[in-house]
């Protein structure tokens, strides 16, 4: 560089990493220096930096900006253009506001919401995007459980206002998996909640006229100029909303170490259900990588849904002992997606290293249960498609690592301790002190020990979660377990 002009040559060999780190602090430290001032730019300046501290690990500091910009963008009535003095950046403010929301609702334990995520937006106007012009001829709104109020018949939904629905969506999923691990309400009260929920996943469709889930799902474009990755991603999260919700209340799938919460037809349709959309989001991912679409332009959040996918596998097969190398590969494809994730973002390297482990310990147990497994006791083939079809209680189903958090509280401090407490009559989560330090050998059949039947109060198998083996039976897995301290993303 010379005489303040930058060549090729300086660009191939700057370090780009150590320019963006200063880039930020002397962006952080002018826009935290303007915070009890809000204006837009200050808004638009930590939503910025809160990404880019969320991809480089700095939680702490991701939380603090992102707290800073929702809460200034509501001192400025970003939402509501009519308060506004400055009319001429209306659609730019009401846009920044969005940004600010869809941040919060990534994670429900960070949202800090006064009362659930769609009380905040209520009757506000939802954004249009570039793409979206041609779209809307007039402003589309939310009512008060997230629903779109369409002003005439006319009008069409675009792609911003579909992300926000999934997103609010992907909030109340992870409200209501949060409230069964704290235990706050009833039995009754979790079975009306979940058929709540799978009823709005399933409506979507019919709120969302002329939306092509297919093009969505698929990460084509259809029939706007939508950016391929972008579409990917809407898909991906709509199908992790339906696998949260589905695996959450059955314990092999979530390590709930909780007595029955539904019934037993309803809790084998979840079962199913959870599969069927895990198998869906393994055919998107082969799909995506198969047409070598870019990765590093995917949300972050692909990569914890990556990990949900593979953990539901992984679980469903060993408990019906049908693991085999060809279910081994193609699950395999998950920890792929996050290896490739988690170089641009670097909060994912804990998820990713701990599927590596899960792995590894499944392609271990699975040779031990085929050798230990006698006559008596034939190993299970075929499709599998119902965990209830072959029934064993004496098989111990618990993979222990949980998959209920994806970004976690550091400022509640029973929210790290929830995982670890006593929640059924039967059978109750454990710590890592309390688990056997190896792997069951050929002398250790994993039924040795079991319980003949199971509790009548049990649903599926007991939950004893040494069965396993060491690696899971570690504990429910909380991101802070493996340094995963994440504020919010």
Known sequence: MSHGKIDILDLSIADWKAISQQWAEKAGGQALGRA?????EVVQACQVLAMFWFAKGETKRTNVHTAIAYRASRLLHLDD??????????????????????TRCTSQENSRFPGDCWADVAGRPLPVGADDVAANSRALYLDEKGGIIYPDRESAVGFSSVLIVVQGLWWEVQNF????????GTPADWTLQY???????EDLNLQLPGWDWGSASRGTTSPSAEEPSRMFSLGYLYELCNLYLHSSVVPVFSCLGQTRILSQPMLQLAAERAWEHSLKLTTMTEQYLARQSPISKLWPMIGYGAYVCAAVQL??????RLLDEQRLGRARVHLQFTGGLMRYWTTLRPLHEDMERQFAQTQVLSHTLQATAPASVPVRAGDGQSPFDTRDPAFST????????YVADEDVVESSRAASEPRGEYSEMVTPRELPQRIAGPGDPPWAGAQAQPPPAQVWWNQDSGSLGEAFGSGSFWPEDLGFLMDIA
């Not at 998996?177 to 706050?184: C, D, E, Q, T």
């Not at 679980?315 to 019906?320: G, H, S, T, V, W």
């Open 398 to 405: 618990e993979l222990t690592s949980s998959i209920q958090t």
């Open 36 to 40: 009890d001032r809000p204006c837009l």
């Open 195 to 201: 058929c709540i929920l799978d009823k709005k996943l």
């Open 315 to 320: 679980r469903r097969c060993l408990a019906l």
């Open 177 to 184: 998996g949060r409230s069964i691990y704290g235990s706050r």
């Open 81 to 102: 253009a009519s308060k506004t003095a400055w009319s001429a950046h209306k659609e730019l403010g009401l846009g920044c506001f969005w940004a600010c929301w869809l």
